[in-house]
């Protein structure tokens, strides 16, 4: 960790950058263009999930990996106990906390009540690169998790 002074404005604006990062990365994911996700990363960002040994490298890596989600699929993240530490004027961490709701097979309307697919917390790292924060990798740790299901296909009656 570094030990440069970080002027109190400057780490508050910091600290909201990146706070800003991580909601606009699940309402991306739930509500916008998945394959845009790639652009909140550096060129060299990395996703993993340390407890599948499965690890994404690069911003195109992930924006091939985002656009490849289900066009049928159905998710909304809730995030929360999202804590920022500045350690210079170009680097940061984070622990937040994420609940994941996510179905396959959506036509459209409201889905009766399901279980979270996901809960567990993120650690991230953020670099600072001309002005605007991004983040360098992200870290998966869940604490439950199950397939994602596949809502029946409307009936015709």
Do not use: K
């Not at 404005?9 to 606009?24: F, H, N, T, W, Y």
């Not at 998966?140 to 199950?146: C, I, Q, V």
Request: net charge neutral; proline share 6%.
């Amino acid at each position: 960790m570094s030990t440069e002074a970080i002027d109190p404005m400057d780490r508050l604006l910091a600290e909201r950058a990146c706070e800003r990062l991580i909601l606009d990365f699940v309402h991306r994911l739930d509500l916008g263009d998945p394959s845009s996700v790639a652009e909140l990363f550096t060129e060299d960002g990395v996703w993993q999930w340390p407890h599948d040994d499965r690890r994404i490298v690069g911003r195109e890596a992930l924006r091939a990996y985002f656009g490849s989600r289900p066009a049928d699929r159905l998710s909304r993240r809730l995030m929360t106990n999202i804590l920022v530490s500045v350690t210079s004027t170009t680097t940061a961490t984070a622990i937040s906390y994420l609940t994941t709701y996510r179905v396959d097979g959506f036509t459209g309307g409201m889905v009766p009540p399901q279980l979270p697919a996901n809960v567990g917390h993120y650690e991230d790292t953020f670099r600072r690169i001309d002005g605007r924060w991004l983040l360098a990798t992200r870290t998966t740790h869940l604490a439950f998790g199950a397939a994602t299901q596949r809502l029946a296909p409307p009936s015709n009656s």
